[in-house]
């Protein structure tokens, strides 16, 4: 009996070792958990993959295009025929299996010869279709890994967001009760005292509006790990550099998993034109029969083949092949125009990434100290009586407008690079896993 631990491990079936290394994840994911340790973005990845019933589904259609091939390399099923033939049904013999020399009881077996070329190629089909499979889930995880990023770091910027918010409502608590103080002192005015609350009142509104942010955020970060909702998360990523070679951007993304779904996708089809060809070419039936007779007459065996007779190339099977290259030349075209489209997107989101990073190094370089100074000189001026207590609200609602304003771009940025930087699957153990066992497909 074959014991798969006793067997080398790669030597055991696909579908074991895959288990394996989810199960690793998932429990390596959970000691985190368990251990409420801040979960980094990498983890919550592991986490997405590990769950994800797409990547099953995927590895299914896998086994079943390598199963369909070993399949359709077969020669057909061999029928077995049965029967009676000249049998009376009038006269003194009529009903009679025995009477007239002419009637026979029949048994044979027919067989048709499907050239092995052809079968080479419907085995061919189901071999590229595994690898249009193994294309897609490469395209999936891919796709896991990046929205898992953006809910991660739209969690973790909107929880950023909520931080300074919050510290501008305690500042604006301090406000109110500085007011009320110096209207008590003489040296403030009721005016003073509403401006305060109102500020305070519009804090608490932007407060409940970013706490709907981070909430939201959470659910579609729960949505991919399943586990994460009360989990701190750990610091941000380096976000100042991607995977991609920018020095080579065209290349790069000629292996990209959507573009290799295409490729694949013509490879079927370039297997669909062969078969359209092969098909020009008619496969033989053999067929071998044993006659039983009366007692009174010899028993025969019947030896015979049958070919289609295709009398009409011209309109069937030329017009089959011509549609199947014309499916080639359509895949090919699509193909090359969904590059062409994914260069440009992919050339955009650089840009703009580029950019992003630019402009928030200016925000932490010179416009957030800048605001920052501006608040502390109109709050020494406000404690020298040189400028009012609505001034200095008025500034520091500036100072946090700027900072916000800088978390917002850093969050639009990281979106960015998370699209960027997952445009093909990190690092996976049951991808590799896949990949290695697709080498050996013809």
Not at 165 to 174: D, F, I, K, T
Not at 244 to 256: E, G, M, P, R
Not at 357 to 375: D, G, M, Q
Not at 383 to 405: C, F, H, M, W, Y
Request: glycine share 4%; aromatic share 6%.
């Amino acid at each position: 009996m074959f014991s798969i631990f006793a067997a080398p491990y790669a030597a055991w079936p696909r579908v074991i070792r895959i288990a394996i290394v989810t199960g690793i994840l998932t429990l390596s994911s959970f000691a985190v958990l368990a251990a409420d340790i801040p979960l980094t973005l990498g983890q919550a990845q592991q986490l997405a993959v590990a769950r994800s019933r797409q990547l099953i589904a995927q590895d299914f259609a896998i086994t079943a295009s390598h199963e369909m091939a070993v399949a359709a390399g077969q020669l057909p099923d061999p029928v077995l025929k049965a029967g009676i033939d000249n049998l009376p049904i009038s006269g003194p013999d009529r009903g009679s299996l025995n009477s007239d020399f002419m009637t026979m009881r029949r048994i044979g077996v027919m067989q048709e010869l499907t050239g092995s070329d052809r079968r080479q190629l419907r085995a061919a089909r189901y071999d590229r279709a595994a690898s249009k499979s193994l294309a897609e889930k490469a395209n999936a995880i891919a796709a896991i890994q990046r929205d898992t990023a953006i809910a991660w770091l739209d969690s973790y910027y909107a929880e950023r967001m909520a931080a300074i918010v919050a510290e501008q409502a305690n500042q604006a608590r301090l406000e109110i009760e500085v007011a009320n103080s110096s209207y008590r002192a003489g040296r403030g005015s009721q005016a003073d005292i509403f401006a305060a609350r109102s500020a305070l009142s519009m804090v608490d509104d932007r407060y409940s509006d970013i706490q709907r942010k981070v909430r939201t955020a959470r659910i579609m970060l729960d949505r991919w790990t399943g586990l994460a909702t009360e989990l701190p998360l750990a610091g941000e990523p380096s976000i100042g550099s991607i995977r991609l070679d920018l020095t080579a951007l065209d290349k790069s993304l000629t292996h990209h998993p959507q573009i290799a779904v295409l490729t694949r996708q013509t490879e079927i089809a370039e297997v669909d034109a062969k078969l359209a060809e092969a098909n020009k070419k008619s496969d033989w039936t053999v067929e071998v029969a044993f006659q039983q007779r009366g007692p009174a007459y010899s028993n025969m065996v019947s030896v015979g083949i049958s070919l289609p007779f295709q009398w009409d190339q011209k309109n069937r099977q030329d017009r089959e092949l011509s549609s199947k290259l014309a499916m080639v030349e359509q895949a090919k075209a699509e193909r090359d125009e969904t590059l062409r489209a994914h260069v440009a997107e992919t050339r955009t989101m650089i840009e703009e990434w580029q950019s992003g990073l630019e402009r928030s190094s200016r925000y932490e370089r010179e416009l957030i100290p800048l605001a920052k100074e501006r608040t502390q000189a109109t709050l020494g001026a406000y404690r020298g009586g040189k400028s009012s207590l609505p001034d200095l609200l008025a500034t520091r609602r500036n100072e946090i407008d700027v900072r916000l304003q800088a978390l917002q771009l850093q969050a639009d940025t990281a979106r960015l690079w998370a699209q960027l930087n997952f445009l093909f699957p990190a690092d996976e153990p049951g991808m590799h896993l896949d990949q290695a066992s697709n080498k050996d497909m013809p």
